[in-house]
């Protein structure tokens, strides 16, 4: 079942949704999405496929930083069943997680409660 996390304006809305899935040669993964305004209305401004160890990473990462216990300015993965990049600017407000190749907006603002609440969803069923 999908976990969601939302916040913001309607017109600025930020969703994020990790579900899982499974690679036919690397086995269970976590598929991370997100993307702007109403989930259902437009595909994802970012997707990526994680291996558990990946998204456990991730989840340990983004919570150390939202949580004041890392003083890393940027978070940066490169899943290994994906083409795309994770990649967070961390700022006082939260993370900018930028989009590779987008158009305006190129990055998605994350405030701190979703950068917790995405830690949480990556963090959820741990490294198998």
Same mark, same amino acid.
């Given at each position: 079942m999908p &976990?969601? !996390?939302a916040a913001g304006?309607?017109?600025?809305?930020?969703?994020?949704?990790?579900?899982?899935?499974?690679?036919?040669?690397?086995?269970?993964m976590q598929a991370l999405e997100l993307g702007w305004g109403q989930e259902a209305d437009a595909p994802p401004a970012l997707s990526l496929r994680l291996l558990p160890q990946e998204a456990h990473t991730l989840g340990l990462a983004l919570r150390?930083? &939202?949580? !004041?216990?890392?003083?890393?300015r940027e978070l940066f993965m490169s899943p290994m069943a994906s083409n795309g990049l994770f990649v967070g600017r961390v700022e006082a407000a939260g993370i900018q997680v930028e989009l590779a190749g987008a158009t305006l907006p190129a990055a998605l603002?994350?405030?701190?409660?979703?950068?917790?609440?995405?830690?949480?969803?990556?963090?959820?069923?741990?490294?198998?």
């Open positions: &976990a969601y !996390g304006a309607q017109s600025d809305r930020v969703w994020l949704r990790v579900t899982q899935t499974s690679h036919r040669a690397l086995g269970p150390a930083v &939202a949580e !004041g216990r890392s003083p890393e603002p994350l405030d701190w409660p979703q950068v917790a609440r995405l830690a949480a969803l990556l963090l959820a069923d741990g490294p198998a």
